[in-house]
């Protein structure tokens, strides 16, 4: 079977790429997509190159951290990247993987998950959550809340009060006060220098965008 082209972009590590793009998704959502499977990767690598850490674990846990598909308003959300976790573990098993790296990889993903609430305790794992949020935020973290809230079936804003400002926030009915509820709570949570430092970037390109949405309004 011939190696898919996207899998060279993952180099060093395209070998494995080419052995696990197949499993990397398996929805039509474009906000979980291969693309975002890449950012994630580009963002690990480039905190790993501050940090360290085995880049073949993590390259593994970034392939494979959304394996399953479980829609933003699943009630099985919280358990998604549980269930990517076992399913990884059955994949990279099947690949031979030693059971100690198998655990190693299953760890970040599970704890990669804002909605899990696991604390990441080891290198691979605190990179993977960094990697993952960090595409969360900035001018792609927009972009995905506004294509989620459309794949969802949320309006874009409250034309009566689109801060939230004397309502409760509801970011299952407006895309806006999705920046309220979780993205702007992001930056604090980073686990690396690295990734702390590249959030506070990406932080006030999310700010300026809600301010440029505002002021259009």
């Known amino acids: 079977m011939s190696r898919p082209p996207i899998a060279d972009a993952f180099a060093p590590h395209e070998a494995l790429a080419a052995e696990l793009l197949a ?3 398996e929805s039509d959502d474009g906000s979980h997509d291969v693309a975002h499977v890449l950012r994630v990767f580009r963002n690990a690598m480039r905190i790993s190159g501050d ?5 073949r674990i993590l390259a593994a846990a970034v392939l494979l951290h959304d394996c399953v598909a479980v829609e933003k308003n699943s009630p099985l959300r919280a358990s998604a ?3 990517a976790a076992e399913k ?6 099947g690949l031979g993987w030693a059971a100690a790296d198998i655990g190693r990889v299953g760890h ?3 704890a990669h998950s804002f909605s899990a609430g696991i604390v990441p305790e080891t290198l691979e794992a605190k990179i993977l959550q960094d990697a993952d949020r960090l595409d ?3 001018m792609v973290g927009a972009a995905r809340c506004f294509y989620i809230a459309g794949r969802l079936g949320s309006a874009l804003y409250d034309p009566a009060d689109p801060l939230g400002e ?3 926030l509801d970011d299952k009915r407006f895309a806006i006060d999705h920046f309220e509820t979780k993205l702007f709570r992001l930056a604090d949570g980073f686990q690396t220098e690295s990734g702390r430092a590249l959030a506070r970037e990406r932080h006030e390109r999310l700010r300026h965008v809600l301010d440029l949405f505002i002021d259009e309004i």
């Not at 940090?51 to 880049?55: A, L, S």
């Not at 990884?88 to 098993?93: G, M, R, V």
């Open 88 to 93: 990884a573990a059955t994949i990279l098993a």
């Open 136 to 138: 969360a935020i900035g």
């Open 166 to 168: 004397n309502r409760p």
């Open 23 to 25: 499993h990397a998704t």
């Open 108 to 110: 970040a993903i599970e």
């Open 81 to 83: 990247s549980r269930l």
């Open 51 to 55: 940090e360290g850490g085995d880049t």
